[in-house]
């Protein structure tokens, strides 16, 4: 039998997010809803806005709503080009709709080049915005893979999140 835990406290959910590009020359580079320059840029079928791709599969999961690719699929030409702060929106209208309220993200980009520090203001203010919450909740992290791998080589470009939400 199962048993249903009934209480007037918050119910706290967490979700874990994370994706990959590869990096190629012709295209635009865009992180967390920012264009950076670079001569590489991010291949995909949307603009491969890795960072916003992570938060969203992180919020997605929070909320027991599959992922990315399930809601926004990279078949669809609907979707070709779009503009991920658009699949944030609705991510986060999918997460409301269900009863969850946003609290926080923590997330972390790894990429050799260019450095992302000096960006990270700006993306916290366009994710903010675009979810709806303070700035203070929207933690990003760079790093590099100190040159192992496809991030190291130039050749990827990878990004971690975890997500918070509730349920009052």
């Not at 709806?132 to 990003?140: H, K, M, Q």
């Amino acid at each position: 039998m199962k048993q249903v835990l009934k209480t007037n406290h918050p119910i706290f959910r967490t979700g874990f997010g994370v994706d990959v590009h590869q990096l190629v020359e012709g295209r635009k580079l865009v992180i967390g809803g920012i264009r950076i320059e670079s001569p590489k840029g991010a291949l995909g079928h949307s603009d491969a806005d890795v960072l916003i791709h992570a938060i969203c599969d992180a919020l997605l999961g929070a909320a027991n709503l599959r992922d990315i690719g399930f809601h926004f699929s990279d078949q669809e030409p609907e979707f070709k080009n779009i503009d991920s702060l658009i699949l944030l929106t609705r991510t986060m209208q999918l997460v409301q709709d269900k009863g969850y309220c946003f609290g926080n993200l923590d997330a972390t980009v790894m990429l050799e080049s260019p450095k992302l520090n000096p960006h990270i203001p700006r993306m916290q203010q366009k994710l903010a915005d675009t979810i709806g919450t303070d700035i203070d909740n929207i933690s990003i992290k760079a790093t590099t893979s100190e040159k192992l791998g496809f991030v190291g080589e130039g050749d990827g470009i990878k990004a971690y999140c975890t997500a918070l939400i509730y349920k009052s």
